[in-house]
């Protein structure tokens, strides 16, 4: 097929719509999975087709041009439609579907690996998963269900604790060397501490270990995806999820310099739903699959 010369590229047009929303390159590289750059160069490739400038770029912010904001709000309708035309399809087709939002991390460190086993007890259950660090918003992203990491305190929603995770720092062998380094839980303030978006994870273990986190010198990235990769590559100890994590310690890429692990109510891996409860037939398959998983049980 042709591509269109009055039709902007759907990429252009997502990339447009999530900057125009999040007022960021970086956060919109972020939802979309992509690089801040690759977002930039979407953009240009939607003002240059359209002969206008579509956004104001200053020093530390963006904002939309008066022309931006138009042409967003057409845009927004233009997804709403698709969005609800797709919707209304996928019903009369009454196909087996179930879509989940999901942690990066967690789909790439833990679910993925185990979809392969519900694929062959359902075969005619068709599972999408939308990586995400965003909140779900039920209405809007046409999900069925969500699985997230925290406390499990969300409003309009309903959360089920599928797990709880455990924490202990990891490091990659070539910082670790002879251990001489880590003799003791102190010398980790002397090192750079990896984190994501959850900066109560190091202090959990850092005050369990009897350490005053504030102390500490901690390199805060997005993702948890990115904050494992950068202890892979040696650029600091990240604060293991010991759920995640499993396959590189079992592998040796990763290592654990001290034993203590501390266990938090405060970091469990929830399955949440709309408030009403109501979920489709495919969504409940998966949701009692996936608790099978995580060896769930029901809260008392």
């Known amino acids: 097929m042709r591509a269109s010369t009055t039709m902007p590229p759907l990429q252009a047009l997502r990339a447009f719509e999530a900057v125009g929303r999040l007022s960021s390159f970086r956060r919109a590289g972020e939802e979309l999975l992509i690089t801040q750059s690759a977002v930039s160069h ?78 062959r007890e359902y075969p005619d259950i ?38 709880n995770e455990e924490l202990s720092p990891v490091l990659s062998p070539d910082i670790f060397g002879d251990g001489s ?19 109560f994870e190091w202090e959990l273990w850092l005050d369990e270990a009897g ?9 805060q990235l997005t993702d948890y995806n990115i904050a494992l990769q950068a202890a892979l590559n ?12 499993g396959d590189h310690i079992a592998a040796g890429r990763l290592l654990r310099p001290f034993p203590l692990i501390v266990r938090s109510e405060n ?19 998966f949701a009692l699959w996936l608790k099978g998983e995580a060896g769930y049980q029901p809260q008392k």
Do not use: C
Request: glycine fraction near 6%; charged fraction near 25%; proline fraction near 3%.
């Open 211 to 219: 350490l005053d986190h504030r102390q500490a010198r901690v390199l």
């Open 181 to 199: 380094r880590f003799a003791d839980p102190a010398d980790l303030l002397s090192e750079t501490l990896l984190d994501s978006m959850n900066p």
């Open 234 to 245: 040696g650029q600091g100890v990240a604060i293991g999820r010991l759920l995640l994590v």
């Open 42 to 119: 979407h953009i240009k490739q939607l003002e240059d087709m359209l002969g206008v400038r579509l956004f104001i770029r200053r020093a530390k912010s963006i904002e939309l041009t008066p022309e931006g904001a138009t042409y967003l709000a057409r845009t927004n309708e233009a997804f709403a439609i698709i969005t609800s035309a797709t919707y209304q399809m996928r019903r009369q087709a009454g196909r087996r579907r179930v879509r989940v939002s999901v942690l990066p991390s967690f789909a790439a460190n833990w679910l993925v690996s185990r979809l392969s086993r519900f694929m």
């Open 126 to 163: 068709e599972v999408e998963l939308e990586p995400t660090l965003r909140l779900t918003d039920f209405a809007a992203d046409e999900v069925d269900l969500a699985i997230r990491f925290g406390a499990g305190r969300w409003q309009g929603v309903r959360a089920e604790r599928l797990m």
């Open 267 to 285: 970091t469990a891996y929830w399955l949440v739903i709309p408030e009403n409860g109501r979920l489709s037939a495919a969504a409940e398959v």
